[in-house]
Structure formats: structure tokens, C-alpha cells
């Protein structure tokens, strides 16, 4: 082999064995080889929102599109003034959620806070990130909050304060999860979040959530914040039930 064709195999060697190292980590959902902890294929097959209340971010059927609002918000008064979502809460974005919530795979929550950041559509920014507070003994037995880990990903694209210091959560007296009515929802968390004072400066505030299901939570928590200064509240969330 001749020193130039020597060379070139070198190359050609290390060329092969950096593509193959940047591949060096598995897609969470078809377990191919990617650079990213889900590959672009299952990207693509991610359920999205499509023509959504501007309201509650609530998924509206064909025959809604163009409402202003969804038969729900025309008869409930939410705390906040709108909402947004990146996913729809279906299959496989409820896998990477909960794996990324309960089952401490936080570069997922990486990966869903970079896409939140890049996809969802900005009127205006906002003074602060609010993530929705977790009670303290939830924190302490799972060692993070997920909606945080979320807001610290879209801050890197949007470098904005993050609040977990003027609101603090207690205990609901039932998981939400076990409730499926929003008027069941509100009652178990009427009450639940203490504020302090906002900064001044601190008029409209984004709450930052992983899952909106009835909308109950991130309405309960506006409406403290509102109490606390903010003016406006718009809800940021990864995915939204489909009620309809």
C-alpha cells in the first residue's frame, strides 16, 4: 500500500470511529443507534396539539376549528389567561413523561424542555419561569421536581429567571390523578399554594408544567400568583390531555 493509500484508510478509520462514537447511545422508543436519546423518525411520530383552544390548549376536534374558545372555557372561569402545549398526552409522549418523572431519566426532560423551547409559538416573553411547585415531601423522596427540569432547559434558549422561592405547595389531600372531574380536581387544590410577595418588575409570569389534564392546578396556582402581583399568567406545558 502506498504511503498516500496508508493515509487515506487512516482516515477513513477514524472517520468511521467518530460517526459510530457520536451514535453511541440508544432511542428511548425503537432502541436504534442515534446522537440524541430519541432518533428523528420517532420525533416525527410524536403526537402534536394541531389546532388547539387558545385558551386551555385543549386539542379541538374538526368541526370546533376557528372557535375562540372550547365549549369548556365558554363555561369555566381558569385562572390564567392562556395556554399552550407542545404534545398532545398520548402514546409515546406519556412514556418519555413518566419514565422521565418518576423513573429519574432527567435527559429526557432534557430532551422535551429543548423541544418546548424550539417548538411553541411566543407572543411575548414572559418576566419569569414558574414552575408548578411540588409539596416538599414528594421532593424529597423523588429528589427533583420535573416541571424545574423542564424550565431549566428552555431557559437555555430563553434566559429568563426561574422562581422555586415565592411559592410553596402542600400535600393535596388525594393524588390528582385518582380525581377525573375538574370540579373534583379544584376542590383537593383550593388552597394548596402560599405565596410571597413578586417582584415588582415580575408582571407576567409563565407556569411551567410537564402534564395539563383538567387545567385545575395550573388555574389554582394563577390565581395565587395573581394574588402575589403578576397581571397576566400564561400556562407552558409539555403535553395536554385530549377531552374531547
Not at 392546578?217 to 403535553?239: D, I, M, P, Q
Request: glycine content about 4%; proline content about 6%; some cysteine.
Amino acid at each position: 500500500m502506498s504511503k498516500s493509500g496508508y493515509l487515506k484508510s487512516v482516515q477513513g478509520f477514524f472517520k468511521t470511529g467518530f460517526a459510530q462514537l457520536a451514535l453511541s447511545q440508544h432511542c428511548f422508543l425503537c432502541h436504534s443507534l442515534n446522537a440524541d436519546i430519541i432518533c428523528p423518525d420517532c420525533l416525527q411520530d410524536l403526537p402534536r396539539i394541531g389546532n388547539a383552544c387558545p385558551r386551555c390548549a385543549q386539542a379541538l376536534p374538526v368541526h370546533l376549528t376557528g372557535a375562540e374558545h372550547c365549549p369548556f372555557c365558554q363555561k369555566q372561569k381558569l385562572g390564567f389567561d392562556t395556554a399552550q402545549a407542545a404534545f398532545q398526552y398520548a402514546y409515546p409522549v406519556n412514556k418519555l413523561i413518566l419514565a422521565g418523572k418518576y423513573h429519574y431519566r432527567l435527559e429526557l426532560l432534557r430532551y422535551l424542555g429543548t423541544f418546548m423551547a424550539q417548538q411553541l409559538p411566543l407572543d411575548e416573553l414572559p418576566d419569569v419561569l414558574l414552575p408548578v411547585p411540588s409539596p416538599l415531601s414528594m421532593l424529597r423522596r423523588r429528589g427533583y421536581n420535573q416541571a424545574v427540569e423542564l424550565a431549566r432547559w428552555i431557559q437555555k434558549r430563553y434566559p429568563l429567571p426561574i422562581d422555586t422561592r415565592h411559592v410553596s405547595c402542600h400535600n393535596k389531600k388525594h393524588a390528582q390523578a385518582e380525581l377525573t372531574t375538574y370540579q373534583e380536581r379544584q376542590r383537593n387544590v383550593r388552597g394548596i399554594f402560599q405565596v410571597q410577595p413578586l417582584p415588582a418588575h415580575w408582571r407576567h409570569v409563565w407556569i411551567i408544567d410537564d402534564v395539563m389534564t383538567t387545567g385545575a392546578t395550573a388555574s389554582e396556582l394563577a390565581k395565587t400568583v395573581r394574588h402575589a402581583g403578576a397581571e397576566k399568567v400564561t400556562v407552558w406545558c409539555c403535553a395536554r390531555n385530549q377531552r374531547f
